[in-house]
């Protein structure tokens, strides 16, 4: 079963920039996750979609990022204009239908921002 | 609200020493728990979690965690270290399940192993 794909893994851009990074989920899973892991911390939710609605995007600085799922499957996350405390990966996530016992959440590998 | 704290950011062990990891939780609900794991430039991988039921949970790689509600504590174990145990260790806890349901994290734990 393949896992949750995520690209750019590595991206350096300059403050003011854009960026956006790519999320492919597993196949099947309805919900999908945007965590934002700075450095030396935990990773924070940033938007939670169910199929393509927003269920949660409480934490998510939409002066400045945005998320997309339209067809229910793949996702983007955009941030423009980036600031230099937006340096962290960014971790997708999914899962079937939220967790449930029996549920579990998968993580990609995560794509690392750098901004200069 | 729920949130998770994890004491000590580093723990360093012997190979072959006991691993504990200490998690302590707050939530206003009966909470759901987890334990992830993160290895050098990868991914989060789920160890355990706790729902319901029984108390001591058994996870992959030897790990387990017990869930004691009058400590709000969650702290994950193994017996025995291993050198590829090396890693950050992540406790979360989740107020409900379903499809609105959400993790939040602690601030991880970086477990070292020597020899």
């Known amino acids: 079963e393949a896992g949750v794909a995520q690209s750019p893994r590595y991206k350096i851009i300059e403050k003011r920039q854009s960026v956006a990074f790519w999320c492919n989920p597993i196949?099947?899973?309805?919900?999908l996750y945007w965590y934002q892991q700075i450095l030396g911390q935990g990773p924070k939710l940033l938007i939670q979609?169910?199929?393509?609605?927003?269920?949660?995007d409480s934490q998510l600085p939409k002066d400045r990022f945005s998320a997309e799922r339209l067809k229910g499957v793949d996702s983007t996350l955009k941030i423009q204009p980036a600031k230099l405390e937006d340096s962290a990966v960014y971790l997708c996530?999914?899962?079937?239908?939220?967790?449930?016992?029996?549920?579990?959440?998968?993580f990609g590998e995560g794509s690392w921002l750098t901004v200069v | 609200a729920q949130s998770v704290t994890q004491l000590g950011s580093h723990v360093s062990v012997s190979e072959g020493a006991l691993v504990l990891l200490r998690c302590n939780y707050s939530?206003?609900?009966?909470?759901?728990l987890f334990w992830y794991v993160q290895y050098p430039n990868q991914g989060l991988q789920l160890l355990l979690k706790?729902?319901?039921?029984?108390?001591l949970v058994k996870g992959i790689n030897g790990f387990e965690a017990e869930f004691k509600k009058s400590e709000t504590s969650f702290h994950l174990t193994k017996p025995s270290a291993h050198m590829s145990d090396a890693a950050e260790y992540f406790c979360?806890?989740?107020?409900?399940?379903?499809?609105?349901?959400?993790?939040?994290f602690g601030t991880g734990t970086r477990l070292q192993v020597t020899l």
């Open positions: 196949s099947g899973h309805a919900t």
């Open positions: 939530s206003s609900v009966p909470p759901y």
């Open positions: 979360a806890v989740s107020d409900r399940a379903g499809t609105a349901s959400k993790l939040t």
């Open positions: 996530a999914s899962s079937l239908m939220g967790w449930m016992s029996g549920n579990t959440i998968y």
């Open positions: 706790y729902t319901t039921g029984a108390t």
């Open positions: 979609f169910q199929n393509n609605g927003v269920v949660d």
